[in-house]
């Protein structure tokens, strides 16, 4: 069965420190996608990034950057110079071609909090 | 551009009562989910529609659950008899295509339910 574990419930840095959110998903499937949303406080979840299970190249946008490996079913996300406004709960989702791409599995989440 | 929007934004129900909650998707999206979001938690899949077919509702937790889009834009997720533990977040997005991690979904603000 597909899972999304997100082990860290709650993180809390200091504005500028680095920040990692660790994101490990489980499928039967050769095929799939794997997404990252944040949800501030505000409610709307909003889209940041997703990654197919054919591309493995990490991507960096901004102070943003993702390691997707698979030998590890990973897909870490990285905060670099972190802000308040980064302040959010963030969840990380798998979408595999078995269930149709009709059902977006998301983890947990792990709310982060940055303070100035 | 709009973006989603779901009304009421709050919803406080007696135990038994019926409830309506309404989904308005981006103009043109073929797409339409719904999730269910507990406290704490992250969003599970209720049920996808493509225009105006449903084409998913495994995620629909019993028969007091239902869900229309008639023509294919607003829907509307109706819960008859309402329970406490129907007490959640509820989700809507849209997305511009077909179902399938290549498109990303729009989330709306949510509708905060909360059963008395």
């Known amino acids: 069965a597909q899972k999304v574990t997100q082990a860290q419930t709650e993180i809390s840095v200091v504005e500028k420190e680095d920040v990692t959110l660790d994101c490990v998903y489980e499928t039967r499937d050769t095929t799939y996608y794997l997404f990252w949303y944040k949800q501030p406080p505000s409610g709307e979840l909003v889209f940041l990034i997703r990654?197919?299970?054919?591309?493995?190249q990490n991507e960096i946008s901004g102070r943003y950057s993702w390691n997707f490996q698979k030998s590890t079913s990973s897909f870490n996300f990285t905060i670099t110079a972190s802000q308040v406004v980064d302040s959010a709960v963030y969840f990380c989702a798998l979408e595999d071609s078995r269930t149709g791409g009709f059902k977006t599995i998301f983890g947990a989440g792990t709310r982060l909090f940055v303070k100035a | 551009g709009a973006g989603v929007s779901q009304s009421p934004r709050y919803k406080v129900a007696k135990r038994g009562q019926d409830v309506a909650l309404r989904c308005d998707p981006i103009s043109g999206h073929v797409s339409l989910f719904w999730y269910q979001q507990a406290l704490g938690q992250g969003p599970e899949f209720l049920t996808y529609f493509q225009n105006e077919a449903q084409l998913d509702k495994s995620g629909l937790p019993s028969d007091r659950f239902f869900a229309e889009r008639p023509e294919g834009s607003v829907s509307t997720l109706k819960i008859q008899r309402t329970q406490q533990e129907d007490s959640a977040v509820y989700l809507c997005?849209?997305?511009?295509?077909?179902?399938?991690?290549?498109?990303?979904?729009?989330f709306g603000p949510g509708t905060r339910l909360t059963v008395l």
């Open positions: 997005a849209s997305s511009p295509g077909l179902a399938g991690g290549y498109n990303e979904q729009f």
């Open positions: 990654r197919n299970s054919f591309d493995e």
